[in-house]
């Protein structure tokens, strides 16, 4: 019970001369909430048709909870709860025709289960597909994920679509599915979302993995963006030697720059100057990704 959820290595796949993803090294530990980032066209849904066996490596291999994805993929995919990032349904059933066909085909939904998922979803059952918005579509999509109550849940873009209060519900059930000891991997390029529901993070750019980070350290680590306003026009020169401190600008009365670490220092340096008010924040996980793109994090406190 101790292998990983989800497990590659070197996994790559091309289109023709067109890069899927390629030499990915992945490894998702059971129990938690994985994000996996990146903007369209970075090769995360590729990974995720690799792992439920939806189309084949070019080379590299992976498995999901011990399975291997191409030699075992009927029973790795029975652990599975998948909701794809286009759910392609049957439009001219209803929502509870659907359901009750998708359980048919498999063995560990439960009725009750999938009621109770349903009511908490909002779903729109007693109506034909072809009629709903697609958020009501994708409520169904979530709904046949999470009702088998799978070991591992796949989630491509899982949020799209959804309003906010559904979105809330969301972030509930994958909490729960997580205090079980259940896992969640999740593709998304909405970043605030990952932010709210994740453990760790991996960044795809291009079909090539940039970085894989620990939520919780990022958020410990990251600098801080901080406004001095001043009764006096402040001068940059004291700020300049103290340590964790850069991107120093002046405005009028005010002061902006980014600080790795304690403030004191900073309030100190800005005592002649008679502050009179402190606005400090940090940046989001946006923020720190578009940085990981190479767009600068705007450095000034509004």
Do not use: W
């Not at 873009?157 to 994958?174: A, I, K, W």
């Not at 529901?197 to 680590?221: F, S, Y």
Request: proline share 5%; glycine share 8%.
């Amino acid at each position: 019970m101790n292998e990983s959820a989800i497990l590659c290595r070197g996994l790559t796949k091309f289109y023709g001369r067109t890069r899927g993803i390629e030499a990915l090294d992945l490894e998702v530990r059971r129990g938690e909430v994985f994000g996996y980032l990146g903007p369209n066209g970075a090769g995360k849904t590729t990974t995720i048709r690799l792992l439920l066996d939806l189309i084949r490596p070019t080379s590299g291999e992976a498995s999901i909870l011990g399975r291997d994805c191409r030699a075992e993929s009927p029973g790795a995919r029975q652990a599975v709860g998948y909701q794809p990032g286009e759910f392609n349904l049957y439009e001219n059933l209803t929502g509870a025709q659907l359901m009750t066909y998708i359980a048919s085909l498999r063995s560990d939904v439960d009725t009750a289960t999938l009621r109770a998922y349903a009511n908490r979803l909002g779903v729109i059952l007693d109506r034909p597909i072809g009629t709903l918005s697609h958020g009501n579509k994708q409520k169904l999509a979530l709904l046949q994920a999470f009702a088998p109550r799978p070991e591992l849940l796949i989630l491509d873009e899982p949020t799209n679509g959804l309003d906010p209060l559904v979105r809330q519900v969301f972030h509930e059930m994958v909490r729960e599915v997580r205090d079980e000891g259940r896992t969640v991997f999740l593709s998304s390029h909405d970043l605030s979302e990952v932010e709210k529901t994740c453990d760790r993070i991996a960044t795809v750019k291009d079909g090539r993995l940039v970085a894989i980070e620990d939520v919780a350290e990022l958020r410990a680590r990251s600098l801080r963006l901080v406004r001095l306003d001043c009764a006096h026009e402040p001068s940059a020169e004291p700020f300049a030697p103290l340590e964790g401190v850069d991107r120093i600008e002046i405005a009028g009365r005010s002061l902006h720059c980014r600080v790795r670490g304690p403030l004191g220092p900073v309030l100190n340096a800005a005592a002649p100057f008679e502050v009179i008010d402190v606005i400090s924040r940090k940046p989001s996980l946006e923020e720190f990704f578009l940085s990981l793109y190479g767009r600068e994090v705007a450095d000034h406190v509004e």
